[in-house]
Nanobody, 126 residues
Framework: QVRLIESGGGLVQAGGSLRLACAAS????????MGWFRQAPGKEREFVGA????????SYADSVKGRFTISRDIAKNTMYLQMNSLVPEDTAVYYC???????????????????WGQGTQVTVSS
């Protein structure tokens, strides 16, 4: 059984940084894509970024490109989302998820991901 646990959320001022972590367990993820999504109050869950567990180049939503960076520590089975230059519009619950896919075009749609973490709150104050 796959288990994903996010951590690292919190309250930060605009312009600040946070690093989220997604600790994965339950099976090998070598042939998976790991994704980050977020959901702000009253809005639909949206894609933030994704990366293959092994190799490849991460993909990001236009709204976070240049500010957010995905990295991974294979030994720790953990993927990270480094968020810099945060703005109030980044306020949301952030989720990590896995998709059983390792192809050239990374999945960006919610239905393509089959395992989800419980989410971590990120609040950016102005």
């Amino acid at each position: 059984q796959v288990r994903l646990i996010e951590s690292g959320g919190g309250l930060v001022q605009a312009g600040g940084s946070l690093r989220l972590a997604c600790a994965a367990s339950g099976r090998t993820f070598n042939w998976s894509t790991m994704g980050w999504f977020r959901q702000a109050p009253g809005k639909e869950r949206e894609f933030v970024g994704a990366s293959r567990w092994i190799g490849g180049t991460p993909s990001y939503a236009d709204s976070v490109k240049g500010r957010f960076t995905i990295s991974r520590d294979i030994a720790k089975n953990t993927m990270y989302l480094q968020m810099n230059s945060l703005v109030p519009e980044d306020t949301a619950v952030y989720y990590c998820a896995t998709a059983p896919y390792n192809g050239p075009v990374l999945p960006k749609r919610i239905y393509e991901y089959d395992n989800w973490g419980q989410g971590t709150q990120v609040t950016v104050s102005s």
